[in-house]
């Protein structure tokens, strides 16, 4: 668009139209139900957009390394009533473009996933994922609870508290995350106040 | 590359540098006037209205990373384009010293990045030299500024109380936000503490002021600017209007080298940028020229601007510029409230920043600082984003669950979802903003042998705090402490100590930096005179905040703006008068 349009149109895209152009296309991404791949339409940079696009045609974990990493979120955030796992609503794959963003994640993510691996071996001999599931637990007891945890693992302690941050984080910035939450913000709305009766039990 | 000079056939009545608070005021002013106005912006065009830009109302899904901080400092839906730190174009610190250098490269500079706090200073924050015997006072009083800040007010639009505070003079204020509940709870135990917490007073417009902007419609991301119009960034308020008069012309991607003058009359005739695009030399003439490029960027430009007339640079008679740089201080602690778990749930966004703020409240006199801070204050059932949930290990063990459960701290599966719920909204913080000491000691200059990826000199930083600030700092963690535990909070982490200066951030990261090319009545200690007019070169101009002395206890872009705007009302009547 010309300068001159651009200036045109500004007094009907800041008055009236701006949010309903921005909101058909929120609406779109509740309705895929998960985060969907779409191309910048966030207000990127053209310098922003390359890098974005790097990172996404990237591949930094081995199918091993994303093996271990979905089981492990599927233990940290499991499915409960109606709101998905973390796995389901595409945890894993945020856990890996993380990695690739942020490359000082990736020594203690892919050195962990190691730790985790050996530590397996050791106690039953095999991978961390070919084990049962109840001997899975019996890591993850291990190195899930730092103040209980011994010395010989802390190792793991560090790892586990790693996966549990990027799980959370991962799923509550999700719709299913935001549902679980309760969260009803980020829409035009009229700002009055507390409701009356939060306001009444505090006091206030 | 192109290596021919270009040159533009027209002569501007004025060109201006940066297109921020202060660039963005003058161009505003000027062209309303009627003056051909050509405004360099060394980044990009922006629009806060133009889908192509917007992050406003997005979920954090909507980015890989959501959100976070690896591409943009403040997080990747923050407005701002640029950072502390830009590929190719380099700035160092002498050994032992430190200062970081926040630039935003687009339209509307770094108003496109902050909370739209607009503070005016009050009467004794220009004479702080003689109230306290150290360091200096302005070349003009409230009472000078006093009917720019009226008409800031009414041109902008600002919230905010009547409170009747000396030093925090009222402005021209729409109806301010209801508290949040968090708030609530701030504000009662600053009544304990006989610590005042007042409604904020913030560029967001609560009530429509005309027809070309919107309300707040109540998302809380001022910081993703407005699509509406409803906050004030330079872009939307002042340039784009000021280009809807026909007398501006914008032109972006244009770094500026140097300010051009005529070596018989020592009068400005114009400036040479860089296009950032072609890498083609430009040079724009204009009758004056106006500087709202930063402080830094400014003091930058003039010690780069060397000619045979003037060897210390432009405006340098006095030596001063860059000499002076001071950012706030700044220093924060966050706290847990156990009486604000399990909260019940609604919208609770608001406008994009705290709803109330503590003015500095003491005597300097009766303490062992001489400069006062304000609070800001943040929490509330917030959007979650990168970092949402982590850290649960330090908290899920401390509190029981409604059954009087206690479990262990850490752990996985349903229980993580319970702890996050219960913590929502249960967790405050605050940050104080302080008034430094400037110092002659505290400085950039040119970096010898240092360019920029355009072949400029770069800048080279010279930087430590005072005694004051660090006894500043001191002072704000003993209040946030008092504070949150009188709120029935609990104070996170280990209270900074000496050790780190307690807490006191690191020169620069306030992005609040002033005073590089100071005005003053006295031509040997100042580059300017009090019309932020250059003692050297009397068509010479400066409207961002490196002609400030000293920077309050008061966040500064409101300053900048009737600055601005006095400035460039003088610059009118002396053509008028035929003076410039």
């Known amino acids: 668009m010309k300068r001159r349009d651009l200036i045109k149109n500004i007094t009907l895209t800041s008055v009236g139209l701006a949010t309903a152009q921005v909101l058909p296309a929120q609406s779109e991404n509740i309705a895929a139900g998960k985060p969907k791949k779409q191309k910048s339409n966030y207000g990127r940079t053209p310098d922003e957009v390359k890098r974005d696009e790097k990172l996404a045609s990237d591949t930094f974990f081995t199918p091993g390394e994303m093996a271990v990493i979905t089981r492990l979120c599927d233990i940290i955030l499991p499915a409960e009533g109606s709101s998905p796992s973390a796995v389901q609503v595409g945890v894993p794959a945020f856990i890996e473009f993380i990695a690739k963003d942020m490359p000082y994640q990736q020594v203690p993510l892919r050195g962990g996933i190691m730790w985790l691996e050996n530590y397996s071996r050791k106690l039953f001999g095999k991978s961390f994922v070919a084990i049962t599931p109840a001997n899975q637990i019996t890591i993850v007891d291990a190195i899930a609870y730092p103040e209980l945890a011994t010395p010989a693992v802390s190792a793991g302690v560090a790892f586990f508290n790693l996966m549990r941050d990027l799980t959370l984080t991962g799923f509550y910035t999700t719709e299913a995350g935001f549902e679980d939450l309760g969260y009803v913000g980020n829409r035009p709305n009229n700002w009055e106040g507390p409701p009356a009766e939060v306001l009444k039990k505090f006091n206030f | ?580």
């Open chain 2, 1 to 580: 590359m192109n290596f021919q000079i270009k040159e533009t056939p027209e002569i501007f009545d004025v060109v201006i540098v940066g297109s921020g608070a202060g660039g963005g005021m003058a161009a505003y002013t000027l062209t309303k006037a009627g003056a051909k106005v050509c405004l360099l912006e060394a980044g990009s065009y922006y629009d806060p209205a133009d889908p192509q830009y917007i992050t406003q109302m997005k979920n954090p899904w909507e980015s890989p990373r959501r959100g976070a901080s690896s591409t943009r400092p403040f997080g990747d839906f923050d407005a701002a384009y640029g950072g502390w730190q830009i590929d190719g174009e380099p700035y160092s610190a002498v050994k032992g010293t430190e200062f970081h250098w926040f630039r935003s490269r687009m339209l509307g500079g770094r108003t496109n990045h902050w909370g739209r706090i607009s503070l005016r200073f009050g009467p004794n924050d220009f004479k702080r030299g003689s109230l306290s015997g150290i360091g200096d006072d302005w070349p003009i009083g409230y009472d000078d500024l006093k009917p720019f800040y009226d008409k800031t007010d009414k041109l902008i639009g600002i919230f905010g109380s009547v409170e009747n505070m000396y030093n925090e003079p009222d402005g021209i204020f729409l109806p301010p936000p209801p508290m949040r509940l968090h708030e609530h709870f701030i504000k009662k135990a600053g009544t304990n503490l006989k610590i005042p917490v007042i409604p904020s007073r913030l560029s967001i417009l609560t009530k429509p002021i005309n027809d070309e902007r919107g309300s707040c419609f109540y998302c809380s991301q001022c910081s993703r600017g407005c699509n509406k119009y409803a906050d004030f960034s330079s872009s939307s308020v002042l340039v784009i209007p000021a280009m809807k008069t026909g007398n501006l012309t914008l032109i972006n991607h244009a770094m500026v080298r140097e300010v051009l003058t005529d070596q018989a009359t020592g009068l400005a005739t114009g400036v040479s940028y860089v296009d950032t695009k072609t890498m083609a030399e430009v040079s724009v003439r204009a009758k004056r020229v106006v500087l709202g490029a930063s402080a830094c960027e400014s003091a930058r430009l003039l010690l780069n601007s060397k000619s045979a007339r003037f060897p210390q640079g432009l405006a340098n008679t006095s030596g001063v510029i860059g000499k002076y740089l001071n950012d706030s201080t700044g220093a924060s602690r966050s706290g847990f409230v156990p009486s604000l778990m399990n909260r019940d749930r609604y919208n609770e966004d608001g406008v994009g920043g705290s709803h109330i703020y503590s003015p500095w409240w003491l005597d300097n006199n009766k303490l062992d600082f001489a400069r006062g801070y304000h609070i800001e204050y943040g929490g509330g059932m917030g959007m979650p984003g990168y970092g949402f949930g982590m850290g649960m290990q330090g908290s899920n063990g401390k509190y029981p669950y409604p059954n009087g459960e206690k479990l262990p701290a850490g752990g996985y599966g349903s229980r993580l979802r319970e702890d996050v719920n219960r913590f929502y909204g249960a967790h405050i913080g605050m940050a104080g903003r302080g008034e430094p000491i400037p110092l002659e000691t505290n400085y950039c200059e040119i970096d010898p042998g240092k360019v920029d990826k355009y072949g400029i000199p770069t800048l080279r930083f010279h930087y430590k705090w005072s005694e004051h600030e660090i006894k500043q700092a001191k002072h704000m963690q003993d209040t946030f402490e008092e504070l949150i535990i009188e709120m029935g909070g609990i104070p996170l982490g280990n209270k900074p100590g000496p050790e780190t200066n307690y807490g006191l951030e690191a020169p620069g990261k306030i992005i609040h930096e002033v005073g590089t090319v100071r005005m003053g009545d006295n031509p040997n200690r100042s580059a300017l005179n009090k019309y932020q007019q250059a003692h050297d070169v009397k068509n010479l101009f400066v409207v961002d905040a490196g002609p400030f002395v000293s920077q309050g206890d008061k966040n500064v872009t409101w300053t900048i703006l009737a600055s601005s705007m006095r400035t460039s009302e003088y610059i009118i009547d002396q053509v008028k008068a035929n003076k410039i």
